[in-house]
């Protein structure tokens, strides 16, 4: 089992910034993917951001590219999405996930992936 503990939402003025974390725990392997998605109010989950530990390859929504960027800190397992000049239409709760023995490209579809936290929330003010 992996646990995925997502932390640093909140409320931030539209043009500003913020950065999530991923944290995993339990059962972690050398080789696995993290995603970041998001869902917001009478929204489906969407894809944000993805990682691949074993190549260190990222991949984007095209909605995203640009303000945002996913890093990881391997060492201790936590994931990083660099959120800059938000819009209004960024906030929704923010979801990571991962997919364990994986070393292919970027998943960026959620049944992909194996284990979710339980989100944080991102709002943007105008």
């Known amino acids: 089992q992996v646990q995925l503990v997502e932390s640093g939402g909140g409320l931030v003025q539209a043009g500003g910034s913020l950065l999530l974390s991923c944290t995993a725990s339990?059962?972690?392997?050398?080789?696995?993917?993290i995603g970041w998605f998001r869902q917001a109010p009478g929204k489906e989950r969407e894809f944000v951001a993805g990682?691949?530990?074993?190549?260190?390859?990222?991949s984007y929504a095209d909605s995203v590219k640009g303000r945002f960027t996913i890093s990881g800190n391997f060492a201790t397992n936590t994931v990083y999405l660099q959120m800059n000049m938000l819009k209004g239409e960024d906030t929704a709760v923010y979801y990571c996930a991962a997919r364990t023995f994986y070393t292919g490209a970027t998943p960026i579809k959620a049944p992909e992936y194996d284990y979710w936290g339980q989100g944080t929330q991102v709002t943007i003010s105008s």
């Open positions: 990682i691949v530990r074993f190549t260190g390859s990222t």
């Open positions: 339990g059962r972690t392997f050398n080789n696995y993917a």
